[in-house]
Every structure is written in structure tokens, then in C-alpha cells.
């Protein structure tokens, strides 16, 4: 099977379809399906074509979607605005600044300014959404082939102390708990494969969740993480190939695409 692999699109359309025309996804003949490796959405401003597209592609069965942090945070807000009667700030600003607001606002077709001064009307509509009542319930915690395992952040490690945190190999990873899959979706999988070591045997992990430009920088020490010298593209090294762009600030999406 053919798998183009993207991630970290949130809410950009236009740049993942520009990286999946140049891959070749839209001309390809043969069976082959997406991989999203999670957050989907939350900071773009094309959160409609995105879902219409994704919705799509779910229902002819060629979508396979890794869940992310931001559908952990969007599901979170959505049940703190309906459940709380007093809202704290730092909650609130956290779902604002992060654009779980502004994808609310776009995917419910009302005002973002609506979403504050009515938010259980936002989180009624939100709810009935086609994110929130298929594409989430869809996604999995890691979809794995005979050499690949496709992660958002990496996957489930063992957290040895509290200051200065470090991690080890678990090898029961995959029938890790719903918690320890929502502490690995924001894990920084450079770090956890080249400083720690938190690998698979045999296998490659392609994830998203943390910038490419971080390995880039820190590993290879080519360019800086948020300057006009700044390297998107995909950071591999032995057992690991990242793939998020940071699309919001370079207006880039990563497409691989691997037969396996």
C-alpha cells in the first residue's frame, strides 16, 4: 500500500493541497491512502475545505487519522464551556491562544465574538460538527505497518524523575492507557529518539506535533529554529522521521510518501 503522510496541517488547506498535488496524491491511480499524524486544525483560516476534504476522503475508507493534541484540547473545551459555570481565564486564554476558538467559530459558521458571549450555543454547534461527531471519533493513537509506526508526538516512554525530566523505552507501548497516549502526544520526538534513545527495533517512527527546525538546528546544526534561515523540511535520522513544517509560520506542509 501507497501512504502519503502529512501533519500538523492546522486549518491550512491550501498549503497541503499544494504539497499533496506535488507528491502526486491527486493524479495517483492505485490504491493508496492519507495519513494526517494529528492536528488537524487550530490556527488556520481554512478549517471548512479541510474538514470537507478529510470527511471525504474517511467515507471512501482512504483517511488514517492520528489523533493529536489539539483534538485532545478541542474535545476538552468543548466539555469545560459546557459543564463549568464560572470560567477561569488562564483556561480559557489557553483555548483562545492555541485557535480552538477560532476553529470552533469557523467549523459552527458563527462569529469567533459569538463564541464568547454564548459559548454553550458554540459548543451545542461544535458538538454537531462533522469533527467532532466522525473525523475524532476516527482517529487512533498510532497506525502501524511492517516498517513504520505513525505517531503525533512519539510514542508512550517511561518519565524517570520530575526537574529535569528523562525518559526510557517502554516495550509495551502499545497497550499504553488513554493517559499515557494523551502525555505522548506532546512529546518532542527528536528529543526523545537522539537523547534518549526511545526508539523501536526495526522500525521507523514518523511524527509531527514539534517543528522540524529543532532538529535541524540542534542535531545538525544547520540554521536556527525560527529565523529566515530556518529548515522545514523533514528531519530523519536512525529510527525517527519528523515531518511537522510549523505551517503556520513557514506556510509549508511536509509530504512524504512511503510504500509499505
Not at 482512504?62 to 489539539?70: A, C, K, M
Request: with cysteine.
Amino acid at each position: 500500500m501507497k501512504y502519503y503522510v502529512v501533519s500538523d496541517i492546522h486549518g491550512f488547506y491550501t498549503p497541503m493541497v499544494e504539497a499533496l498535488a506535488e507528491a502526486g496524491f491527486f493524479e495517483d491511480k492505485e490504491p493508496h491512502k492519507l495519513i494526517v499524524c494529528g492536528d488537524m486544525f487550530d490556527r488556520g483560516f481554512e478549517a471548512l475545505k479541510v474538514q470537507e476534504f478529510m470527511l471525504d476522503l474517511l467515507h471512501r475508507d482512504e483517511l488514517i487519522y492520528i489523533r493529536g493534541n489539539h483534538e485532545d484540547m478541542f474535545v476538552r473545551m468543548l466539555d469545560y464551556l459546557q459543564t463549568c459555570d464560572m470560567y477561569h481565564i488562564y483556561e480559557i486564554n489557553r483555548f483562545i491562544t492555541n485557535g480552538l476558538m477560532d476553529t470552533a467559530a469557523q467549523l459552527s459558521e458563527i462569529t469567533e465574538r459569538d463564541c464568547y458571549r454564548r459559548p454553550r450555543k458554540m459548543v451545542d454547534k461544535a458538538k454537531r460538527t462533522p469533527y467532532y461527531t466522525e473525523l475524532i471519533p476516527a482517529s487512533v493513537d498510532f497506525f502501524e505497518t511492517e516498517h513504520y509506526v505513525f505517531v503525533h508526538g512519539w510514542i508512550p516512554a517511561r518519565q524517570i524523575g520530575n526537574e529535569h525530566r528523562r525518559y526510557a523505552y517502554e516495550s509495551d507501548w502499545r497497550t499504553a492507557d488513554e493517559l499515557a497516549w494523551k502525555r505522548a502526544r506532546w512529546y518532542n520526538g527528536m528529543e526523545l529518539a537522539h537523547d534518549f534513545k526511545v526508539t523501536e527495533q526495526g522500525k521507523t517512527i514518523v511524527c509531527g506535533h514539534w517543528h522540524t527546525s529543532f532538529g535541524h538546528s540542534k542535531y545538525e546544526g544547520r540554521g536556527s529554529e525560527f529565523e529566515k534561515d530556518s529548515d522545514f523540511s523533514p528531519y530523519s535520522e536512525g529510527g525517527i522521521l519528523a515531518i511537522d513544517a510549523c505551517t503556520a509560520y513557514s506556510q509549508k506542509v511536509n509530504c512524504i510518501v512511503i510504500e509499505d
